[in-house]
Every structure is written in structure tokens, then in C-alpha cells.
């Protein structure tokens, strides 16, 4: 489970920024949190906040993080063939000349679902030149000292002080300046980097802020979904909870002329036509946005909650009804549909689902920008109000928010679309 996600100069974020998904001590929704070791975990985080006030930063800067750690392998010179491979730059904050040429720091506490229980921090920092640093430490479970397991800097030798010497040098040599050491070593099967390198691999990201990218998802067929009718099965029950007229799916190979071109599928969506046993086929990409994106969260859900992994998503409530939103969100806090403790991180705006009975004050956060155009990121519980006072749980959420007591709004002004100036042409 992650504990808590720290990045630094990264896009619209300029200082320290930290995620933390630590329970604190409010009293609501107890069953909300998971205790491991001296560890109290939430399952989910809501993010708030205005349109460019960088919700969407933290989602992307957790994504840029997954993405280093599970492809950074193949970046840098390949001695072999002379070849580079592509390095994907960070993007720090440019809004000042003290950041723009800084490294972009990305770190995390996490504990893996199984029995030994130890929490791990990892963390690197990365500029133009490739990374600049990078560390590995873990504790026990009820521990409080962590212990190093690697560290990097760059002009320094690399410490291996839990690393088996078998696999010091083969790391030393292979290793390049845009490459991760947990990256490279998880590809020359080191098992305590592998062991980390595969937690970063079973997280899910879904960005829902592009309707164009939407329908492209809804083409994307889960593994096995054209072979297995019981899976179209499984898929349609599951779209079946609202709505209610989709019974199963016919999938059909597109002929191609290309050879050696990936096989394309046209996706219908089955449907019973009332008052009779008859059904009727309809194009999955003919289907409302609300369908098609239940059809995409379907595997990822599936795979999420089984793993017991971080599914983060930008822009959960777009196109969906908010009680249907509030059903997926207690699909995570439920431990009968999440026994495995799988969490859910996702940004949203939707007011309707800022309310005591959904969500603890420590699993409600909000992005806002300064005058400077840096973002921040804080917590419902950490917010205090008029005289100092924290927020009491019995507060509406939602009403205070839309007033703008917890900040995180855009500055709303009159729009004035056609200027005097264009005005007097009328």
C-alpha cells in the first residue's frame, strides 16, 4: 500500500509537495483505514481543486515516477549498437530561474501486501543530464530505524550495502546516467530490485480528461476478450449494474490487407430488446461515454483489486453520474469487494461527493495556486477556518467548499466575450 508520495519541481509545482495517505486520528469511517505494523493506511484520496490549479500535476508527476522506475532500463547509450535510447526529460517549474535547472525529486513510502510487513522508501532525483540521485531503505514492520539498502550520487561511488555481491558489478557496468539502479537491476533479475520494480509495474493510471483519448481506450479490448466468451460475460454483468440493457458482447476480427499488421476488432455491445427474446447488436463506440468508460475501468478494477495495488485516475466523475461515482469509490472502502486493501487515488470535481458520509477529512485534498503560478497541495484535515478552528466533521463539505472557505476555486470574474472595441461593429 502507499503511504506517502513526495515530488518536488515538477511542472506547476515548485516546493516540497507531499501525498500522504497516513491516517490521522478523526474519528469517522474507521473501517476506512488499514493497520499494518505501527502503520494506519487509508484506501483512497480525493483531489479538489480549480481548473489549472494542478490536480492533474500530481497525477502526472506519480505517473512520471512509474513510468522512470519501470522503463529508465533501456535509456542512455546502448554500447552494443552505439544507439541512444529516449530519455524523457522531467518538466520542472520554469516560473523561476532558481528552479528551472534544478533536479526533480520523486519519492515514496510503501509496504507490499505480505507477511514480513517492512515499509520501504525509494526515491530519486532527476535532471537533463539523467538521474542524480537515487536511494533505497526499508524498516521492519513495527521498526522505526530504516535501513539503507542503496544510495547514488552522482560523481560518488555507489553503495550496496544490502545488495549481494554477485550483483554489485554487473550493475556498475551496465548502469547509465539516465538509467535507475532499481530499473536496471529488476532487468538482471536482482530480487530485492525486482521485488520493487514490480510494485511500481501493478500501478494503474487512467486519465479521463480527454474525450478523444476516452473513445481511443474504448477500442482497447482486455487480454483474452475475443477468446473467452465467459470474460464478455463477466464484462457485461458487471456494465449490467446501470445499464441495464447490455446482456453480452459479439467481438469480430476486421479483415486487413497489411501482412504482419496487429489484428483489429470491432467491439457490439448485445443488447435484449424489451418484451422479447430477441437482441440487437450495437457498436461499443456508438454506446454513451458513461458506458464506454465503465467498459475501460473494467480490467484495471479487476486487476486493482486483486493485486491490492494504487489505481490512480484523473477526472473520475467526467461523464459518469455522481451516485454511480459514489458506488465505484465504496467498491475501495468496502472490505468485502477490496480485501486485498487496494487503494484508489483520483482527482475530481465534482462537490456532490464532498461529504462526511463518504469521506474521512484526511482523504479529502485540494490543489490551489499563488500569485507566483506555483501549485500546493493540502488536506481537508490540516485546513483551518475562520479563528483558527479545524474543520469539524460535521461540517457540509460541499456548501463550504463551493463558497470558497477552503480555498482551491477558481477566481471567478465576468466573461466578456466580445470586447468594445469588436462591439461597435455590430
Same mark, same amino acid.
Given at each position: ?6 515530488f ?10 507531499i ?5 490521522t ?9 488499514v ?7 487509508l484506501?483512497?484520496?480525493a483531489?479538489? $481543486? ?32 552505439? *544507439?541512444t ?13 532558481? =528552479?528551472?535547472?534544478? +533536479? ?8 507490499l501486501?505480505?507477511?514480513e ?7 530519486f ?8 540521485e537515487?536511494?533505497?531503505?526499508? /524498516?521492519a514492520?513495527?521498526?522505526r530505524k ?17 545488495i549481494?555481491k554477485?550483483?554489485r ?12 539502479i532499481?530499473?536496471?537491476? &529488476?532487468?538482471l533479475?536482482v ?5 520493487i520494480?514490480?510494485?511500481? #509495474? /501493478? ?7 480527454s ?13 483474452? #476478450? ?6 464478455r ?11 441495464? $440493457? ?10 486487413s ?9 470491432r ?15 450495437? +457498436? ?10 465503465m467498459f ?5 478494477l ?5 493485486s $491490492? ?7 473520475l466523475?467526467?461523464?459518469?453520474? +455522481?451516485?454511480?461515482v459514489?458506488? #465505484?469509490?465504496?467498491t ?17 470535481h ?16 485540494f ?8 501549485s ?6 490540516? #485546513?483551518?477556518?475562520?479563528?483558527v478552528? *479545524? ?16 480555498? &482551491?476555486i ?8 466580445? =470586447?468594445? *472595441?469588436h462591439a461597435?461593429?455590430?
Amino acid at each position: 500500500m502507499l503511504i506517502q508520495f513526495k515530488f518536488k519541481n515538477f511542472k506547476s509545482f515548485k516546493d516540497e509537495t507531499i501525498l500522504d495517505l497516513s491516517a490521522t486520528k478523526v474519528t469517522e469511517h474507521p473501517h476506512h483505514v488499514v493497520t499494518i505494523g505501527k502503520e494506519k493506511i487509508l484506501k483512497t484520496a480525493a483531489i479538489y $481543486g480549480a481548473n489549472a490549479s494542478g490536480k492533474t500535476n500530481v497525477y502526472d508527476a506519480f505517473g512520471y515516477m512509474s513510468y522512470y522506475v519501470t522503463k529508465s532500463f533501456n535509456f542512455g547509450g546502448a554500447k552494443d549498437t552505439g *544507439k541512444t535510447k529516449v530519455y524523457k526529460k522531467p518538466l520542472p517549474f520554469l516560473l523561476s530561474t532558481a =528552479s528551472k535547472d534544478m +533536479p526533480s525529486l520523486f519519492e515514496v513510502y510503501f509496504t507490499l501486501n505480505d507477511e514480513e510487513g517492512k515499509i520501504y522508501n525509494y526515491g530519486f532525483t532527476v535532471d537533463n543530464m539523467g538521474v542524480s540521485e537515487e536511494w533505497l531503505n526499508y /524498516k521492519a514492520e513495527t521498526g522505526r530505524k530504516y535501513y539503507p539498502i542503496l544510495y547514488r550520487e552522482r560523481g560518488s561511488e555507489i553503495a550496496f550495502p544490502k545488495i549481494p555481491k554477485e550483483y554489485r558489478d554487473n550493475l556498475k557496468v551496465s548502469l547509465q546516467d539516465e538509467a535507475l539502479i532499481v530499473s536496471l537491476g &529488476a532487468k538482471l533479475k536482482v530480487p530485492i530490485l525486482e521485488t520493487i520494480h514490480d510494485w511500481f #509495474f /501493478k500501478l494503474h493510471f487512467l486519465d479521463f480528461g480527454s474525450p478523444d483519448l476516452n473513445f481511443i481506450l474504448s477500442l482497447q479490448m482486455p487480454p483474452g #476478450f475475443e477468446k473467452e466468451p465467459t470474460f464478455r460475460k463477466e464484462v457485461a454483468a458487471y456494465l449490467s449494474t446501470f445499464d441495464h $440493457g447490455i446482456v453480452d458482447f459479439n467481438v469480430e476480427e476486421i479483415p486487413s490487407s497489411e501482412t504482419n499488421s496487429s489484428p483489429k476488432y470491432r467491439i457490439d455491445a448485445v443488447h435484449q430488446v424489451n418484451g422479447s427474446g430477441e437482441t440487437v447488436n450495437i +457498436p461499443l463506440a456508438q454506446e454513451s461515454a458513461g458506458t464506454q468508460k465503465m467498459f475501460v475501468l473494467y480490467y484495471p478494477l479487476k486487476n486493482v483489486l486483486k493485486s $491490492g495495488g494504487v489505481f490512480f485516475i484523473d477526472e473520475l466523475n467526467a461523464r459518469l453520474h +455522481p451516485l454511480l461515482v459514489q458506488d #465505484f469509490i465504496i467498491t475501495f472502502l468496502d472490505k468485502e469487494t477490496n480485501p486485498n486493501n487496494a487503494q484508489l487515488i483520483f482527482t475530481t470535481h465534482d462537490s456532490w461527493l464532498l461529504s462526511s458520509d463518504l469521506l474521512r477529512r484526511d482523504e479529502i485534498w485540494f490543489t490551489e495556486k499563488d500569485g507566483n503560478g506555483a501549485s500546493c497541495l493540502y488536506s481537508l484535515v490540516d #485546513f483551518k477556518g475562520e479563528n483558527v478552528a *479545524k474543520i469539524r466533521k460535521d461540517e457540509n463539505y460541499a456548501k463550504n467548499y463551493l463558497l470558497g472557505k477552503y480555498g &482551491a476555486i477558481p477566481e471567478l470574474k465576468k466573461i466578456n466575450v466580445v =470586447s468594445e *472595441k469588436h462591439a461597435e461593429y455590430k
